[in-house]
């Protein structure tokens, strides 16, 4: 069974522009979550989705976005890209279908890198 | 607010020595589940153990043991015969109470991760 798998692993852009990154997740689940990693602030929540709709976001301002297709794939959208949003990405998907499931499988990360 | 603690930035073992990785974490939320996570330097993160707030035994996934203490709110992992392999970052994390979609939601919360050398 393949796991969760995110596109591009690397990616440099420049302050002001903006970058959509994305995140299949394992064949059957369903929930989608999107985490920030930097070293400063650790591992932050952005938001989940489930079913293709969101149903929790973290504390981040507008310029960050999100969406779940039809088929459970995520994308997440950065706009006017700051140099602090510099950070790993991590995409999280999760079976969750009736009682909560425990487990949490995370893809590789997107590095991205603003300049 | 929900919080999770991690006061060891850092950590040195022997191989084939154990190690306590220590986490302590603060809710209200009668109803909570626990997670350790391991970060290599490649960045995935990986899943190791898993303990429910109702859980009556610790949990145990081969190596990997999570020492639960519900009265002192610690959930420490413990990582038994250590291997050159175990050198990595380790999260603990919990998932957040939430009010809506009948509480289920996967949200964590991370503490600030335990660097974890494990020397031969």
């Known amino acids: 069974k393949a796991g969760v798998t995110q596109t591009p692993r690397y990616l440099i852009k420049t302050r002001g522009q903006q970058v959509t990154l994305s995140c299949s997740p394992i064949s059957g689940h369903r929930s989608v979550s999107w985490y920030q990693q930097t070293p400063g602030q650790g591992l932050q929540f952005l938001f989940e989705y489930f079913s293709e709709t969101q149903r929790n976001k973290g504390n981040f301002p507008g310029r960050f976005s999100g969406r779940q297709f039809s088929n459970s794939r995520s994308e997440m959208n950065v706009s006017t890209l700051e140099l602090g949003d510099s950070a790993l990405y991590l995409c999280?998907?999760?079976?969750?279908?009736?009682?909560?499931?425990?487990?949490?499988?995370f893809g590789p990360g997107t590095r991205l890198t603003v300049t | 607010a929900q919080k999770i603690t991690q006061t060891q930035p850092g950590m040195f073992v022997q191989e084939k020595e154990a190690v306590t990785l220590d986490c302590t974490y603060d809710t209200s939320d009668p109803s909570y589940g626990l997670f350790w996570y391991k970060q290599p330097s490649s960045g995935e993160m990986i899943f190791l153990i898993y303990?429910?707030?109702?859980?009556?035994q610790n949990a145990t996934e081969g190596r990997y043991s999570l020492n639960f203490q519900k009265a002192r709110k610690s959930a420490n992992l413990v990582i038994s015969a250590s291997q050159l392999g175990d050198s990595a970052m380790y999260f603990c994390a919990m998932r957040e109470a939430s009010e809506l979609y009948g509480g289920a939601t996967n949200k964590l919360i991370f503490g600030t991760g335990t660097l974890l050398a494990v020397q031969p």
């Open positions: 999280a998907s999760s079976l969750r279908e009736g009682p909560p499931t425990y487990e949490q499988y």
């Open positions: 303990q429910g707030s109702y859980d009556q």
